[in-house]
């Protein structure tokens, strides 16, 4: 069996590079530049909650970093640093191995180095804490948005929902476990979007986080909204709905901006090659999210996702 201290330095140990001092002491030691800000954000994963006992290790391991990525790229942070918090039912090798190289693959990818965590034995749960950078003042604020500016949507909405009614749908299953977190349009967005959020419990209740913040509302139109082309061959217009606009765990970012900045947000789209789309405009008044079918006939809204809904 292997001991705390063998799983840390097997698994999660790698040598500390932009982190003045990584794992292994009491905390870690990390210097951001000068000018920037630090953007700090917590996610906890727990199973048979956030997924099913059995989900594959390796997926996980990338979720888990995933969907904290995703919470820098929608403040418009470049991630640098992150701490893992593990509890494990047992040490079992295969599991942690798989875990590790989905965790540290996306790490890689988006030069985020693991520079801390805790490990202890118990009901499988994950807890990533990530750091980011930002020139100051630059934050992607939910409180930033304002009548007469653009609603943006990134990407498709509603795989990762789908994939929840119909799992035997492996591109959708892919939206929902191995989302891709929209990182280098988070930064491209600083400067040039007002508020920003990452789509966690679905778009409607999202884009409200932004309304209720910003205390402003917003007209979107329902037909504009991307969907995942996986939606497709269902036909199914009541399923799509809650796909796109009550799903979660899609992780695009929707965003304000002025329209003056849609020529330049066009232009990330081509550099990117991610769609964005103009989907709806905030208004004055009631943080109130009005959706008009493609016919401009008022929508009503389904619930989004809430933890603590009965
Ligand atoms: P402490 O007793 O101070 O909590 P630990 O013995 O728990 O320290 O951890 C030793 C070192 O290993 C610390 O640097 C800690 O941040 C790191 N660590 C523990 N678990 C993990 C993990 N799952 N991933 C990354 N680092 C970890
Ligand atoms: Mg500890």
């Known amino acids: 069996m292997l001991s705390e201290f063998a799983i840390i330095r097997r698994y999660f140990e790698r040598p500390a590079r932009s982190a003045a001092l990584g794992i292994g002491d009491d905390a870690a030691l990390i210097r951001a530049r000068e000018g920037m800000e630090v953007a700090v954000s917590t996610d906890l994963l727990l199973e048979g909650r956030h997924f099913p006992a059995g989900a594959d290790p390796r997926r996980l391991g990338h979720k888990a970093l995933a969907v904290n990525l995703s919470d820098m790229a ?34 890689e990818r988006f030069g985020t180095e693991l520079i801390g965590g805790d490990t202890t034995r118990g009901p499988l749960a994950i807890c990533v804490t990530i750091l980011g950078e930002l020139p100051a003042g630059s934050g992607l604020l939910r409180s930033a948005a304002r009548p007469g500016e653009d609603v943006w949507v990134s990407g498709a909405l509603g795989g990762a929902a789908l994939a929840l009614e119909h799992p035997e749908f492996a591109e959708a299953r892919d939206r929902l476990e191995v989302p891709e977190p929209r990182v280098a349009l988070g930064e491209r967005l600083r400067g040039v979007a007002s508020a920003a959020i990452d789509v966690s419990d679905g778009f409607a209740q999202d884009l409200g986080h932004i309304l209720a913040r ?10 504009k909204l991307p969907r995942d082309r996986a939606l497709l061959p269902f036909r199914d217009s009541a399923l799509e709905r809650r796909c796109v606009l009550g799903g979660g765990d899609d992780y695009e970012l929707v965003f304000t901006a002025p329209p003056d900045a849609r ?48």
């Open 74 to 107: 929608a403040m418009g942070a470049t991630p640098r640093w992150a701490t893992l918090a593990i509890a494990l039912p047992s040490a079992d090798p295969v599991w942690l191995e798989a875990f590790a190289a989905g965790f540290f693959a996306l790490a």
């Open 214 to 223: 910003s205390a402003c509302g917003a007209r979107v139109d329902y037909a």
């Open 263 to 310: 020529e330049a947000i066009d232009a990330i789209a081509r550099d990117l090659a991610l769609p964005l789309t103009r989907a709806g405009v905030i208004v004055a008044g009631d943080a109130r999210l009005e959706l008009h079918d493609g016919a401009g006939r008022a929508m009503a809204l389904e619930p989004g996702f809430d933890h603590f809904a009965a």
